[in-house]
């Protein structure tokens, strides 16, 4: 790592303090970045479109204002990257995919806009699943994005190439959306933090859609506190959104330093905690003993239904909504999709309207009774995945390996998009491989802030976060 590289080890928090003391530049991070981006993505395959001559526009534009006092906030002069399903003026989205390849937006998504109007360096495009319909990120018109702590393995998926570049250095934090796991369980595979909101805090409207009724964007970032920093610019109802939800915007920062009670503490143990591998199992065990040191109270809590029940519902409902988002693209041009792409698009179509409609509204009545679960406790902790990163030359054997697979390191992550409750995964271990190990944590509609502060209590008082991945 050259000298100006090692900016890049900074948290989003330290390097924001020191640019609004005019300690550090935004252009020097940003050329930081970018030195970091030219070195490793041709091993790591993070990125598909680099910006780098707008990057250092906004860095410079960011510098003068600082300069003249007109900090705009904790991302001002930050560099950031964007999962390249979320629309950008002028600069190509592809979704990962032939099929937009050369699709260049008129307008930025709407929480892009907001990164702007925060003063953020919006270093480009990260790779991903194509159309973010799949657990892997090796499904890519642009190739497989490879991970930082191995790259023989998968990154995790749909948001692979966002969780690659924060835990590699190449940016200070990134968007990405989750429909089943795309945030938290490529975070968890690539050793950082990665935060699905309440559904509906954060506007998907410019974000090309997988189903509009799991959707979630959020930050993958290297700490929790970084996480809630992102969150602040993002959250916000947006009418103008279908998922879009009026509810209260708290201080998000202000609210991991609060010291009130501690909360308590439920274990979801049926389903999540079956057929783990044994140094998962080993890991959570472990951080279940310090948490047990912070919290109120802990106790085994019981999902509402069964977890394969809300799997089972979710699959259908999101077959519904995907095959209507692509069903003239695949009658017209289905050689332009990736191989399992195609073949999970084909399934789709057999999902007739009445059990799409009956879908739909058990989605909502889970929604709105889904609160029972927290009557004894606040938030409610899983491991994020059963299994670690599986080799991309398993997945790539063939289309069958790769959804089986890819289906299975999502199975603790997706119910909870059917509740959409607000889920976290922060570090918690690694394999004796050196693979890193997530644990989830989730709270009630709403309660994005109590999430927060378990996590980051979680966070202070272990080091795994502090571990960077050796590229």
């Not at 598909?48 to 204002?65: G, H, M, Q, W």
């Not at 390996?401 to 199975?411: D, E, Q």
Request: net charge neutral.
């Amino acid at each position: 790592m050259s000298k100006g590289e090692e900016l890049t080890t900074l948290t989003l928090q330290d390097a924001s303090e020191q640019l609004r003391s005019k300690r550090l530049s935004p252009v020097d991070l940003t050329h930081a970045c970018l030195s970091r981006i030219e070195r490793l993505n041709p091993l790591l395959n993070a990125f598909i479109t680099v910006s780098a001559e707008s990057a250092l526009a906004s860095a410079r534009t960011a510098e003068a204002e600082i300069q003249r006092g007109h900090w705009r906030g904790p991302l001002h002069g930050i560099p950031i990257a964007l999962k390249d399903l979320f629309d950008t003026a002028d600069v190509r989205t592809t979704a990962a995919s032939a099929l937009f390849k050369d699709r260049v937006p008129k307008e930025d998504a709407e929480v892009v806009k907001k990164l702007k109007d925060a003063g953020a360096v919006l270093l480009g495009k990260t790779n991903m699943q194509e159309f973010a319909y799949g657990a892997t990120s090796a499904g890519s018109y642009f190739g497989a994005v490879r991970n930082p702590w191995d790259a023989t393995r998968i990154s995790g998926g749909s948001s692979g190439g966002s969780a690659v570049a924060v835990a590699a250095g190449l940016c200070f934090a990134a968007l990405g959306s989750d429909t089943a796991a795309s945030i938290r369980q490529p975070a968890a595979y690539c050793g950082i933090v990665g935060l699905k909101p309440t559904y509906g805090l954060v506007s998907a409207r410019g974000v090309i859609p997988l189903s509009w009724t799991f959707d979630h964007v959020g930050p993958l970032a290297r700490t929790v506190t970084d996480s809630a920093l992102l969150l602040q610019a993002i959250a916000g109802n947006d009418h103008a959104d279908i998922g879009g939800r009026s509810m209260p915007i708290p201080d998000y920062g202000a609210a991991l330093l609060d010291k009130a009670s501690p909360l308590r503490v439920g274990v979801a143990r049926a389903f999540f905690f079956e057929d783990l591998d044994p140094e998962i199992d080993q890991a959570v065990t472990e951080a279940l003993r310090v948490l047990k040191r912070l919290a109120a109270s802990l106790s085994d809590v019981v999902l509402p239904g069964t977890a394969q029940a809300l799997l089972d519902l979710r699959a259908t409902v999101r077959a519904g909504e995907a095959y209507a988002y692509h069903e003239a693209f695949v009658q017209k041009s289905p050689e332009l999709y990736q191989p399992e792409t195609l073949r999970r698009l084909r399934a789709d179509a057999a999902v007739n309207t009445a059990s799409y409609v009956r879908g739909r509204q058990e989605v909502e009545l889970i929604r709105r009774t889904s609160g029972e679960a927290f009557k004894s406790v606040d938030v409610i902790v899983t491991p994020t995945t059963p299994i670690p990163p599986p080799l991309l030359a398993e997945v790539g054997k063939d289309v069958e390996t790769s959804m089986t697979l890819g289906t299975r390191t999502i199975r603790n992550t997706a119910p909870f998009n059917l509740l959409g409750w607000p889920t976290i995964s922060v570090q918690c271990g690694f394999t004796s491989a050196g693979l890193p190990i997530g644990l989830q944590i989730s709270g009630p509609s709403g309660a994005d802030t109590s999430v927060l502060k378990l996590a980051r209590a979680y966070e202070q008082v272990t080091d795994w976060h502090k571990r960077r991945a050796p590229v």
